[in-house]
């Protein structure tokens, strides 16, 4: 039995409103750490409603404060799905360069089936880009 819409878009908007609640105290508490795993949730949510753009300015912010924090386990993840984003929207370079960087990460980690993962989502990455040149 599946939910009507109506019922999801409940219950997206309070998971929505309980992450933002997190996000606030996260800032409130200097929480670098938690701000950036609540903004790569938040992006993902906002990937699931279609919202690319919106996702794509989340997943910079948190990007950037785990850059700063220098742990892999938190930099593979939202550079992967971030890099995803930037491929997407037409950055191709940046996005392709972005998950090349996770996947070094991952196998600088020792994250071996994470790493085969990323690697077979470069290599899809990289066959379409030379499948679909972007013009000139």
């Given amino acids: 039995m599946s939910m009507d819409m109506s019922q999801q878009n409940d219950q997206v908007e309070e998971a929505l409103k309980q992450l933002e609640e997190r996000?606030?105290?996260c800032k409130k508490n200097d929480d670098s750490k938690g701000r950036a795993l609540t903004l790569f949730e938040i992006a993902q949510v906002e990937i699931s409603?279609?919202?690319?753009?919106?996702a794509l300015l989340l997943l910079v912010e948190a990007y950037s404060l785990v850059k700063e924090l220098g742990d892999l386990a938190y930099i593979c993840p939202i550079g992967e799905l971030l890099g995803q984003l930037l491929y997407v929207s037409?950055?191709?370079?940046?996005g392709l360069s972005m998950v090349r960087e996770s996947l070094a990460g991952l196998k600088e980690m020792g994250s071996d089936?994470?790493?085969?993962n990323t690697e077979h989502l470069l290599d899809a990455?990289?066959?379409h880009s030379l499948a679909n040149p972007l013009p000139a």
Avoid: K
């Fill in 49 to 54: 409603r279609n919202n690319q753009e919106g």
């Fill in 90 to 94: 037409g950055n191709r370079e940046d």
């Fill in 23 to 25: 996000l606030a105290e």
């Fill in 125 to 127: 990455m990289m066959a």
């Fill in 113 to 116: 089936d994470e790493a085969a």
